[in-house]
């Protein structure tokens, strides 16, 4: 194939990749959006709410780590295609659900069928692109997130109101990505560290998993992505149920609301974000690790003021929250463009399955059960406090704004987590194309 259709391929396929990384987050996000009603027809407290976002994560993380060994050995577009099938058919099982035990066990099922996603798309983008584009393409890739969580709050919640019902949604939602997995089988696969500028190995590697951990940078990333995680799921799955208890907003205008905060500033921080991270690489070699470790920093400032300035207009909360929320959206075109910059082509889908078992494992599966849990306990410690007898909507409201002030806290860990990955970065990237055979820049 001539370098301009190899060129012309790459785009394609990456354009294929987002869309499927799109309907990802739209499908995992409309629990979040329809929680109040659930949390209401069968009279569930906080503490379960947070437990339906934390079984779907921790599957996904177990599930992704040999799903990612796959990957790395196997064909990577089957791997997608068949994921994509099986969570796609899964989400529409969920809206037929009959108690919460039912929802939860079928969004375990959810879970194992993206688990098999991420790993090898991030693999194969390494594939189709050379360092020096990776972070635009990263960037591009994971607009899939902020567009699939724009397009869920925006829709979901006139979705309900059309219908009637939270359950319309689920089964709405499963059609487009069974059309897309057909596409994915399709895709014609790029050879191994195609995009490297030195021949890589089609060997086995032998003790993959402990090659991986070996690498420090990759322990620091994993550790920045589980604070990280925390941050993102606990905010994703409670910014809803917050601005309806707290800031007194209707189910279509929290969702609405929301979606501006995560999901419209992921169109300008991954857009943006990607091309100051890949200019400041080509300045400085753990340039991105220190870009990523500022916009932490932004976003922890940003939220905790949010969160702690009580009942203000709801306008300036979302402002100002947006505000941080748009450069944590850094964190993705940095980190995962470096994870790639440290690992052998060999080992890519196997790195990016154990940073997302950290991730999610650690991080995203204790993100929602710790704010629910402290929401829980807050609501409570408010009602003692007030003298009262009977738990109501005004604690619970008090309990969860509290609770989420976890978010800021998470963020600060990760800023930390990030400065010390910066550190060790150099070295390991060296390390890695040395074992290439290929030369290194100064």
Known sequence: MQPNQQAANAWRILFLLFLANLFNFFDRTIPAIIIEPIRLEWGLSDLQLGLIGTAFTIVYALAGVPLGRMADTGARRKIMGWG??????????????????????????????????????????????????????????????????????????????????????????????????????????????????????????????????????????????????????????????????????????????????????GLVGLTLGGWVADKVHQRWANGRLLFAALSMLVACLCSAWALTAGRIDTALFVAVFSLGWLFSYNFYTCVYTAIQDVIEPRLRATAMALFFAGLYLLGGGLGPLAVGWLSDHYAQAAMQAAGASEMTEAFKAVGLHDAMLLIPVALLLTLLALLQAARCFQTDAVRMREGLGGAVPA
């Open 84 to 265: 994509l099938a099986a969570w796609s058919g899964l989400t529409a099982l969920n809206g037929m659900a009959w108690n919460f035990w039912s929802f939860l066990l079928i969004r375990m099922g959810v879970g194992i069928g993206e688990a098999s996603y991420a790993p090898a798309a991030n693999s194969l983008i390494g594939d189709l692109f050379p360092a020096h584009k990776r972070a635009r393409a990263m960037g591009i890739f994971m607009l899939g997130l902020p567009l699939g969580l724009l397009l869920a709050f925006f829709s979901i919640g006139a979705m309900v109101q059309a219908f009637g019902s939270w359950r319309a949604p689920f089964l709405i939602a499963a059609l487009p990505g069974l059309i897309l997995a057909l596409f994915l089988f399709f895709i014609r696969e790029p050879a191994r560290g195609a995009a490297e500028s030195m021949p890589v190995s089609s060997a086995a590697v032998q003790q993959p998993l402990r090659k991986v951990l070996a690498i420090r940078t990759f322990w620091w990333l994993v550790l920045a992505g589980l604070a990280f995680n925390f941050a993102a799921y606990a905010c994703n799955a409670f910014m809803v149920p917050m601005l309806q208890r707290y800031f007194g907003l209707g189910l279509q205008q929290a969702a609405m609301a929301t979606g501006v905060i995560v999901g419209l500033t």
